[in-house]
């Protein structure tokens, strides 16, 4: 089941198409060049990003699948992850990322 961070982290450029990227990833359908930013399905890595055409298909997570952010091209989801971990350590002063998201409100 996907969740969604409610105070969803966008990308500039994605900002502009925030709709239909999102009604891509709640439909399944592909959206060359969008990607998702989660929660790590692994306890080694503190963020995934996910391409929404891949989103479902094997090997890729989708169940608990935690999507704090949706970016338009990898140079833009790297760029939000850098913000994403800024603003936490900043507000926090660690970089416990899941712990802080987990805290926080997600929904279905």
């Not at 338009?72 to 971990?85: M, N, R, T």
């Amino acid at each position: 089941m996907k969740k969604w961070y409610d105070a969803l982290w966008i990308g500039p450029k994605a900002e502009k198409k925030r709709r239909k990227l999102i009604d891509a990833v709640k439909d399944g359908k592909k959206m060359p060049g969008a990607y998702v930013i989660a929660l790590s399905s692994n306890s080694r890595e503190l963020l995934d990003i996910i391409p929404v055409s891949m989103i479902g298909k094997p090997g890729c997570p989708a169940d608990n699948l935690y999507i704090i952010g949706i970016a338009d091209g990898k140079a833009e989801a790297f760029s939000l992850i850098e913000k994403i971990v800024d603003y936490i350590y900043r507000e926090t002063g660690k970089l416990n990322i899941r712990e802080y998201f987990m805290e926080s409100r997600f929904s279905v």
